[in-house]
Nanobody
């Protein structure tokens, strides 16, 4: 499956953005989908995860209560709704997908498929 991420932009602190991750060449509904982000000069880090059915989600503590991951399998698309954005949320955001669940599902190497990244910049 190929992933296409979009929806990033330049916003002010407190604003909202919704990122989209659309799959092609495969049925995204079979995959766990995660969002990662890579702040400037730092390693890529886990943000959120959603199971293939959408019934299970998981978030890094720093975004709990502000970000919501969801998916619409009919549209082969997953989303990351980001509210109350902070300057420290500034990063390139990547979506990733994998068929399998495992103990390292929050880790970058777990994922076989990656989107190209979309820049989110939050000004103070």
């Amino acid at each position: 499956v190929q992933l296409q991420a979009c929806g990033g932009g330049l916003v002010q602190a407190g604003d909202s953005l919704r990122l989209s991750c659309t799959g092609s060449g495969g049925t995204l509904s079979k995959y766990y989908v995660a969002w990662f982000r890579q702040p400037p000069g730092k390693d890529r880090e886990f943000v959120a995860l959603i199971s293939w059915s959408g019934g299970t989600t998981s978030y890094v503590d720093s975004v709990k209560g502000r970000f919501t991951i969801s998916r619409d399998n009919a549209k082969n698309t997953a989303y990351l709704q980001m509210n109350s954005l902070k300057p420290e949320d500034t990063a390139v955001y990547y979506c990733a997908a994998d068929l399998a669940y495992g103990p390292a599902i929050r880790d970058v190497p777990h994922y076989d498929y990656w989107g190209q990244g979309t820049q989110v910049t939050v000004s103070s």
